[in-house]
């Protein structure tokens, strides 16, 4: 039994929460180029979405085949809740930024909308570490690791947002950890939710998977199709996805 | 009802034919609107597409997990191979794209070929598994002898040459069906390496081709959501079958 297993026996919401937070935190090293460069090529920030994408695929292989082992059509529904759920806070954010873009200028407003947008895409991954605590330790560390790796080019993104628009670089970084804080404050209730109602398990890895999927699909991909040609950034995410798979298979 | 025959390798060859036959019917929307496909459908397109694409992404997963339950790394090395076959065969495409119609046909059906190993190993694997593989990718022949006719055709090329060009693209997927299918079933040793290839190049082709060509012809947000809700649905399927 790993330490982390021995924790997790202790006080398992404690433990969940840690995870979320060291997710969390990952974001922030997307900051870290900035130190050395002033402006990243948008070639860049496609590069880090196609891994993003293939990493997320990758995992939500692995929240799929976990959840179709406690119930098919129950994953498959809380996928479709999962996809209806970045669908609606998208919308609802769509509305919201006119008022928003009201207030600031133009500038203003992408920089807010950057932040408001990958906050708020945070909560959905936070129920994805605290849905996975449930399918078990490998399963958690799995996807911790994904989302914790996803989210440095996320980070990656918002700086890239804000840094050439006169943000310190040490705002940047506190920006793409606050943009990540759901993920820990979310990842407790996902989990002892998952707890409390074993019979909703499946729902809740299916909703992570399904929200993951089309993240993937309505984010990441449009944008790295843009800065960057097509045939890189499906060999790329390919390949990640396939390494990925091997190293879920690993652990 | 029963959908295969007696013989598997005629299930194989009737059924990668069907897909391959199905180019016919993305020639219709070309005949219909004249030379060069002008005003083509692309929403409808890009949906056909995503369709294709969430169908051909659930069935890389269904493959990867009945392939990972063998030997992991020859699956994984497999994989890596399909995913750069496809990436070849596209870069050799984008190239030549300038060029004359029989270069883009003859990359065509390279392409094709690839899609044809998934339907033979997953035919291996499972006959009704690969019936509704064969299925997925006759959903995405349709939009794509579509958008090769219509290329062609407005190249000078007349409609009947054109649509059987676009056709004859996808015979080799019949060939490279049938040899899969009897290469995983005569070399079990090798089933690992062939199933990863199947994963890989299906990933990437709905990375690489599906997923760019529908973004562009329809809606960020249908697009994902068609792709997504038929990835689960097939799933679910699967899932369901006994």
């Avoid at chain 1, 059509?73 to 998208?90: C, E, P």
């Avoid at chain 2, 883009?104 to 044809?116: K, P, R, T, V």
Wanted: charged fraction near 10%.
């Amino acid at each position: 039994m790993t330490t982390a297993a021995a924790l997790a026996a202790a006080a398992p919401a404690l433990v969940v929460f840690a995870y979320g937070l060291a997710t969390a935190l990952a974001t922030g090293l997307g900051a870290v180029p900035f130190a050395f460069v002033r402006t990243i090529s948008p070639r860049a920030v496609a590069v880090a979405n196609a891994v993003a994408a293939g990493l997320m695929l990758g995992a939500c292989f692995g929240l799929a085949a976990e959840g179709t082992r406690y119930g098919a059509w129950q994953t498959i529904a809380g996928a479709n809740l999962g996809v209806l759920f970045i669908l609606g806070t998208q919308r609802f954010l769509g509305r919201r930024e006119i008022r928003f873009g009201a207030t600031g200028g133009v500038e203003a407003r992408r920089m807010v909308l950057m932040v408001v947008v990958m906050t708020v895409h945070s909560f959905a991954e936070g129920v994805a570490v605290g849905a996975a605590f449930g399918g078990g330790m490998e399963l958690a560390t799995v996807i911790t690791i994904a989302i914790a790796v996803h989210n440095v080019p996320e980070g990656l993104a918002i700086s890239a947002v804000l840094r050439p628009r006169g943000t310190s670089l040490a705002a940047c970084a506190g920006w793409s950890v606050f943009s990540s804080l759901p993920q820990p404050l979310m990842a407790v209730p996902a989990f002892l939710f998952v707890e409390a109602f074993r019979p909703a398990l499946p729902w809740g890895l299916g909703f992570a998977a399904g929200a993951m999927v089309f993240m993937v699909f309505v984010e990441l991909l449009p944008e790295a199709y843009e800065d960057a040609p097509r045939p890189a950034i499906g060999l790329l995410a390919s390949l990640t996805l396939v390494a990925m798979l091997l190293f879920q298979r690993a652990l | 009802m029963d959908l295969t025959f007696r013989e598997p390798a005629l299930t194989v060859l009737a059924w990668s034919a069907i897909s391959a036959a199905a180019a016919v019917l993305g020639v219709l929307p070309v005949a219909a609107l004249g030379r060069g496909g002008r005003e083509l459908p692309t929403t409808w397109l890009g949906w056909a597409n995503a369709l294709a694409a969430g169908m051909m992404l659930a069935a890389a997963y269904l493959l990867a997990e009945a392939g990972l339950a063998g030997p992991a790394l020859p699956a994984a090395l497999g994989a890596a191979l399909g995913a750069l076959a496809i990436f070849a065969t596209h870069t050799a495409l984008r190239r030549r794209r300038a060029a004359a119609g029989r270069t883009a046909f003859l990359i065509g059906a390279l392409h094709s070929a690839s899609e044809g190993v998934a339907i033979g190993v997953a035919m291996a694997v499972d006959l009704r598994f690969g019936i509704f593989l064969a299925l997925a990718i006759a959903v995405h022949n349709v939009p794509e002898a579509t958008v090769l006719c219509a290329a062609l055709t407005a190249r000078g090329r007349r409609l009947p040459a054109a649509a059987a060009l676009a056709v004859a693209a996808d015979a080799s997927q019949v060939v490279l069906a049938v040899a899969a299918f009897a290469l995983a079933s005569a070399a079990p040793a090798a089933l690992p390496w062939v199933k990863g290839f199947a994963v890989g190049a299906l990933v990437n082709l709905v990375l690489t081709e599906l997923m760019p060509d529908s973004y562009r012809e329809a809606g960020h947000t249908s697009i994902a959501l068609v792709a997504s809700v038929t990835m689960g649905i097939v799933v679910l399927l699967r899932g369901l079958a006994p």
